[in-house]
């Protein structure tokens, strides 16, 4: 599977921005899929998953602000952010993989990473 990132771009505080992630390969609609991020000198971090049976997971972060969708038709997951802060300000990764429940917010539960995508939230 390969992932593609876009939508990334520089905003103000309070914007809304829409990223998107297009896969290839059959078994899209099989895998759980999710957003993470990583901010300058700081770790990669979980922002949001959603299973193949449309249930999403929020990091409390981003939780009332962000929403997580998934198109199996057209083999894309997207990430609506919403009042977007400084603290958002972060290269966003899609991924993907046959995810347990329990490894739905770590990096190794998931086998395929996106390029990344910058998102620059000023204010």
């Known amino acids: 599977v390969q992932l593609q990132a876009s939508g990334g771009g520089l905003v103000q505080a309070g914007d809304s921005l829409r990223l998107s992630c297009a896969a290839s390969?059959?078994?899209?609609?099989?895998?759980?899929l999710g957003w993470f991020r990583q901010a300058p000198g700081k770790e990669r971090e979980f922002v949001a998953a959603i299973r193949p049976n449309g249930a999403t997971y929020y990091a409390d972060s981003v939780k009332g602000r962000f929403a997580i969708s998934r198109d199996n038709a057209k083999n894309t997951v997207h990430l609506q952010m919403n009042s977007l802060k400084n603290e958002d300000t972060a290269v966003y990764y899609c991924?993907?993989?046959?995810?347990?429940?329990?490894?739905?917010?770590?990096?190794?539960?998931?086998?395929?990473w996106g390029q990344g995508t910058l998102v620059t939230v000023s204010s």
């Open positions: 991924a993907a993989g046959r995810v347990i429940v329990s490894t739905m917010a770590t990096i190794r539960g998931y086998d395929y």
């Open positions: 390969g059959r078994l899209f609609s099989q895998y759980a």
